[in-house]
C-alpha cells in the first residue's frame, strides 16, 4: 500500500467541534484526506497513492469514483486506515474522509446535502434524520463500540471511590457539567441512560427534571470545552460525561495530566458508530461504500478500531483507560423512541427564555393550614422555587388576587410588573423585587376569591404582551372557587378564553390548586380551553415537583 498523509496530533479531540444554535454548518471541520489512485497503473509518489501493482491480478479502475465519508468522534484514524484497505483490494473509489460533528451532519441531510456515507458516533442522531425523511439513509451495522463513562479530572477522582448511580448523579452527589445535548453525543446519551436507570415513576421523573434544570443553566456550547476545562485545570472542578475512547484519545495526547473514568454502576450507554449509505446511490458509490464495509470488518479493519480505543463488543471488559472507577460496563436498554423525544422536548423548554405572569390568590382562607404549614406558605414556597429554577434572562411579573383588591370592578392587584429578571428598579434587580413581593403576599391575606375575572384578565395581559422569542405563561396558584357576585359567568370565562386563544401566539397557563377546597375541576377546564396543565399541591415537598414538571411541560 501507497503512502498516506500522518494525522496530525492536537492538544484536545478535534472531532469535538462547538455548535452554536442546534446545527450550523461549519466550512472545513476536520482534514481531507484523500486516497488516489493513478489509472496509468505507476506509482505517482504523493502521500495517499496506492499503485496497480498492489490491486488484484486483473484488477483494472480508469475512473475511480470519489466516496465522500464524514465521520464523527474518534473513529476517524480507523477509516482512514480501512479506507487504503479497500484500495488495495481493489475498489474502484477514492475514499474523502473528513472529521464532522454527527449533528452538522445530520442537518446537512435533513436540507437534502451531505456525504455518500455517514458514520455518526451514535444512532441516536440516525433517527432525528429519518424521522423526517424516512429514505435518506440506509442502515447498515454498528462497526464500532464504545461505552459513555462520566470523566473525572485528577483531583476529583480522588473523592471517587466507588462507581456513583444515576440516581446519585442527578442529585449531583458528583459535581457534573453538561454540553448541550442537542450538540454533543456525550451528553445527549447521559440523559437517555439516565431516564432508562431511573424509570418512569413521578419521583424519577421530577429528578431527572430538576437536574435537566440545573444543567441547562450551567451547559457549555461544546464537548470541545469540556476538554478544555479539563486541560486547563478550570474551577470548580468538575465531572463530565464523555465517549471513553475519546477519553483514551486525549490521556494519549496528555500524559501529564490523563483524565480518569467511571461508569455509573447502575448501567450505561453505548456510541454504537453505525455505518450508513446515504440517498440512493449509484451502482459506483455503492460498490465503493460497501468496500469501505467490508474492510471496516476485516481483521484489518477491526484491528485498527480496537488501536482507535473502541472495544470488540458489549461483552468486552477490557477498559481503554488507565483508571476506570467501577469496572466492566453493563448496558441499559435505550429509551422508547417517544421518550427520546419527549427528553428532548423537555431540555427545549427548560433552556427557553420565558414571558410569565405569577397570579397568587391571598383570600381569607388562604391562611387555613395545609399539613404542618399553611396555604399561603405553600405559595409562598412555590414562588421561591420557581424564582430559583428560571432561566436569567426570563420576563417575570406578580399580581396578587382575592375580592375588589383593585377598586369596586377588579378583583386583583399588581405588585411587581414584568421586567426581565436582571433589569434594575430603584436599586433592585426584579429577582429581588419578587422575592419582596412573594414575602408580602404571605402577610397579609384576606376577602373572598374572584377567580374566573382575574384568569380572564392575566390571560388578556399575557396576550397584548406577547414575546414570539419566548415561551408566553400564566401561573395561577388558589385555594378556593369563585366568590365574586359580579364576575362573569364559568361558561363566559370559558368561551372568552376559546375565543382570545390565537395558535399563533401561545400563551400556556398553569394552574396550582393549593388544598382540598380548591375548585379542581374548574382549573382543569381552564387548562384545556387556553393550552396547559393543571396540578394540585397539598404539602411542602410536592412544590417542587409542580413546579420542575410544569417548567418541563411549559412549551
Request: aromatic content about 6%.
Amino acid at each position: 500500500m501507497g503512502r498516506h498523509e500522518s494525522d496530525t496530533t492536537t492538544a484536545r479531540p478535534r472531532w469535538l467541534i462547538p455548535v452554536v444554535a442546534l446545527a450550523v454548518v461549519i466550512g472545513g471541520v476536520g482534514t481531507w484526506w484523500t486516497l488516489a489512485r493513478s489509472g496509468s497503473g505507476s506509482t505517482s509518489g504523493a502521500a495517499g497513492t496506492v499503485s496497480a501493482s498492489q490491486l488484484p491480478t486483473g484488477a483494472s479502475c480508469s475512473a475511480p469514483t470519489t466516496i465522500q465519508v464524514s465521520v464523527a468522534g474518534p473513529l476517524v484514524s480507523a477509516v482512514k486506515t480501512a479506507a487504503g484497505l479497500a484500495q488495495a483490494s481493489g475498489a474502484c473509489a477514492t475514499y474523502a474522509v473528513t472529521a464532522e460533528a454527527a449533528p452538522v451532519t445530520a442537518a446537512s441531510l435533513a436540507a437534502g446535502k451531505g456525504p455518500n456515507v455517514w458514520i455518526p458516533d451514535s444512532s441516536a442522531w440516525v433517527n432525528d434524520v429519518t424521522s423526517k425523511a424516512p429514505n435518506a439513509v440506509t442502515i447498515g451495522p454498528a462497526v464500532a463500540l464504545s461505552p459513555l463513562v462520566l470523566a473525572l479530572p485528577k483531583s476529583l477522582a480522588g473523592s471517587v471511590t466507588t462507581a456513583p448511580s444515576w440516581a446519585e448523579l442527578v442529585a449531583f452527589k458528583v459535581p457534573v457539567l453538561f454540553a448541550d445535548p442537542t450538540a454533543s453525543t456525550s451528553s445527549r446519551l447521559a440523559l437517555s441512560a439516565a431516564y432508562a436507570a431511573l424509570g418512569t415513576s413521578s419521583e424519577a421523573r421530577i429528578a431527572l427534571g430538576a437536574a435537566m434544570i440545573r444543567l441547562s443553566r450551567t451547559k457549555v456550547a461544546s464537548d470541545d470545552l469540556l476538554y478544555q476545562r479539563a486541560e486547563s485545570g478550570a474551577t470548580p472542578v468538575v465531572a463530565f460525561p464523555a465517549e471513553e475512547a475519546a477519553i483514551a484519545a486525549y490521556n494519549a495526547a496528555h500524559p501529564s495530566t490523563p483524565l480518569s473514568v467511571t461508569i455509573p454502576a447502575d448501567g450505561t450507554s453505548a456510541f454504537d458508530h453505525p455505518f450508513l449509505t446515504v440517498g440512493t446511490p449509484t451502482a459506483a458509490v455503492k460498490a465503493g461504500a460497501d468496500a469501505l464495509l467490508a474492510a471496516l470488518q476485516s481483521d484489518p479493519g477491526k484491528a485498527a478500531v480496537v488501536a482507535a480505543g473502541f472495544r470488540t463488543g458489549l461483552a468486552d471488559a477490557t477498559g481503554k483507560v488507565a483508571h476506570v472507577i467501577g469496572g466492566a460496563p453493563t448496558y441499559l436498554p435505550p429509551p422508547p423512541a417517544e421518550a427520546v423525544a419527549a427528553l428532548q422536548r423537555s431540555w427545549a423548554a427548560v433552556g427557553t427564555e420565558m414571558r410569565m405572569l405569577a397570579v397568587v390568590d391571598t383570600s381569607g382562607s388562604m391562611k387555613d393550614p395545609a399539613g404542618a404549614s399553611t396555604r399561603m406558605a405553600l405559595a409562598h414556597q412555590a414562588g421561591l422555587v420557581a424564582l430559583s429554577a428560571f432561566p436569567p434572562g426570563s420576563v417575570i411579573g406578580l399580581w396578587r388576587f382575592g375580592y375588589q383588591l383593585g377598586g369596586p370592578t377588579q378583583d386583583w392587584q399588581v405588585m411587581v410588573p414584568q421586567r426581565g429578571l436582571n433589569d434594575v428598579t430603584g436599586g433592585k434587580d426584579q429577582r429581588t423585587l419578587l422575592v419582596e413581593g412573594f414575602a408580602k403576599l404571605a402577610a397579609r391575606p384576606g376577602g373572598s376569591t374572584g377567580l374566573y375575572d382575574t384568569i380572564l384578565a392575566a390571560y388578556e395581559q399575557a396576550k397584548a404582551g406577547y414575546d414570539p422569542t419566548r415561551v408566553n405563561s400564566v401561573v395561577l396558584l388558589t385555594d378556593g372557587k369563585n366568590e365574586d357576585p359580579r364576575s362573569i359567568t364559568l361558561d363566559d370565562l370559558l368561551a372568552k378564553l376559546a375565543a382570545a386563544k390565537d395558535p399563533a401566539k401561545p400563551i400556556v397557563v398553569i394552574t396550582v390548586a393549593i388544598g382540598p377546597d380548591a375548585d379542581a375541576a374548574t382549573l382543569q377546564r381552564v387548562t384545556q380551553v387556553t393550552g396547559g396543565r393543571s396540578y394540585t399541591a397539598t404539602a411542602p415537598e410536592q412544590i417542587t415537583g409542580v413546579f420542575v414538571d410544569a417548567l418541563l411541560n411549559r412549551s
